[in-house]
């Protein structure tokens, strides 16, 4: 927030006082040269804090996010020893049932 004041302040600044420099000194072409680009960066940073704002929108802390979490749980045969899915019927390795 506080960047995106800060950029949009300094921009509004520069825009006010290149608008001011022609008004003022509209007979030296020097000073109109310099105070449109003067102009140029002041847009750009009011844009740069417009854009800040808009992508602390898009990180919303409302948003949520779901994990899903599955456990594959395996349990010894009782004949064999060998390691099997709690859902068999029977052993994968010797065939016993479990």
Known sequence: MHNKLLSMGTGLFLLIFSITVVVLDASNFLAIGLAFFVLMIGIM???VGAV???DNKKKA???T???IVREIVKVRCKYCGAL???TSQRCSNCGGQT
Request: no cysteine; charged share 25%; hydrophobic share 40%.
């Open 45 to 47: 940073l009011v844009m």
């Open 65 to 67: 996010h779901t994990e």
């Open 52 to 54: 800040v704002d808009m």
């Open 84 to 86: 099997n899915l709690e």
């Open 61 to 63: 802390p409302d948003q």
